[in-house]
């Protein structure tokens, strides 16, 4: 079994900053892909950035230059640093990563709880 646990969601006013942490546990062989996701109400859930193991990063276009992913491969964590918040950057963010628990098995994708971003003055 394969757990993904987000941290470091809240209330921010606008222009603040924020990180969130992913922490996967359990049965993990390796990690290739790590992403966090966003769904506001009534959206459907976005990509918002992506990280290989070699850390190259895929952004959207409404986070470049604000939003930074980062990893960690020995703690199996990845992180967002979010700065220059605006109030459409509110939304529950999920993490998400595509894990092996086997050197025999597929990559599988495991997603987290969610945390809740909002922005706000």
């Known amino acids: 079994q394969v757990q993904l646990v987000e941290s470091g969601g809240g209330l921010v006013q606008p222009g603040g900053s924020l990180r969130l942490s992913c922490a996967a546990s359990?049965?993990?062989?390796?990690?290739?892909?790590m992403g966090w996701y966003r769904q506001a109400p009534g959206k459907q859930r976005e990509l918002v950035a992506s990280?290989?193991?070699?850390?190259?990063?895929n952004y959207a276009d409404s986070v470049k230059g604000r939003f930074t992913i980062s990893r960690d491969n020995a703690k199996n964590t990845v992180y967002l640093q979010m700065n220059g918040l605006k109030p459409e950057d509110t939304a529950v963010y999920y993490c998400?990563?595509?894990?092996?628990?086997?050197?025999?098995?597929?990559?599988?994708?495991?997603w987290g709880q969610g945390t809740q971003v909002t922005v706000s003055s």
């Open positions: 990280i290989t193991p070699g850390d190259s990063t």
């Open positions: 998400n990563g595509n894990v092996r628990t086997a050197i025999a098995q597929p990559y599988r994708p495991y």
């Open positions: 359990g049965s993990i062989f390796n990690i290739n892909y």
